[in-house]
């Protein structure tokens, strides 16, 4: 009976062995992160996201609204192909929304590609998974210039400043627009 004792004791030793050496300690391996938050533009801004700037502060001017970088961290829902991409942000200046009027431009590495991202983005915010992330009146002006896309959200229920409507009239005289399904 002692033997059946100490099996059991030395089994029970093995089995919390292997446990613990299953859990992965001091086991080497590549650590999985996430991405940081974007804040705003990168220390250096390709030309074509500075040129798509430029239009998108144009097409601001007219309207009296102001573009600058982003000072707060904004990521909006984004497809798998934008998650992926390089990505400035820019913020117009609302005085009754300071978090609002967040405008992202996304690169891609030709036309085609920010066509094909638009029409993924489309999609995505206007079915399944991607509906959900947003207020039911969300409304979404999907851009494409060059090589770069331009996202902008606004819902009458959570921006409360009259400019969040006149930037994303404001940003459809830009480009090529894409339309998510109703």
Not at 60 to 79: C, G, H, M, T, V
Not at 108 to 114: E, G, L, P, Q
Not at 171 to 182: E, Q, S, V
């Given at each position: 009976m002692a033997t059946r004792v100490r099996v059991g004791t030395v089994g029970t030793v093995v089995v919390l062995f292997l446990l613990i050496g299953g859990c992965g300690i001091g086991a080497p391996g590549k650590v999985v992160?996430?991405?940081?938050?974007?804040?705003?533009?990168?220390?250096?801004?390709?030309?074509?996201?500075?040129?798509?700037?430029?239009?998108?502060?144009?097409?601001?001017?007219?309207?009296?609204?102001?573009?600058?970088?982003?000072?707060?961290?904004?990521?909006?829902?984004?497809?798998a192909s934008?998650?992926?991409?390089?990505?400035?942000?820019?913020?117009?200046?609302?005085?009754?929304?300071?978090?609002?009027?967040?405008?992202?431009?996304?690169?891609?590495?030709?036309?085609?590609?920010?066509?094909?991202?638009?029409?993924?983005?489309?999609?995505?915010?206007?079915?399944?998974a991607g509906r959900i992330q947003f207020p039911p009146d969300a409304q979404h002006a999907i851009r494409e210039l060059g090589t770069t896309l331009i996202v902008y959200s606004w819902s009458t229920s959570n921006s409360p400043d009259p400019g969040s409507k006149a930037i994303a009239e404001a940003?459809?005289?830009?480009?090529?627009?894409?339309?998510?399904?109703?």
């Open positions: 992160t996430f991405p940081p938050s974007s804040i705003g533009p990168a220390a250096t801004v390709s030309p074509a996201v500075a040129q798509t700037r430029a239009a998108i502060a144009a097409a601001l001017a007219p309207s009296s609204l102001q573009l600058e970088d982003a000072k707060r961290p904004f990521r909006p829902p984004e497809s934008l998650a992926g991409a390089p990505r400035a942000v820019f913020q117009v200046l609302l005085p009754a929304d300071p978090d609002g009027g967040n405008i992202i431009v996304y690169e891609f590495r030709d036309s085609a590609a920010a066509v094909d991202a638009g029409n993924e983005i489309a999609g995505y915010i206007g079915t399944g940003l459809g005289t830009i480009g090529i627009g894409f339309a998510p399904p109703r």
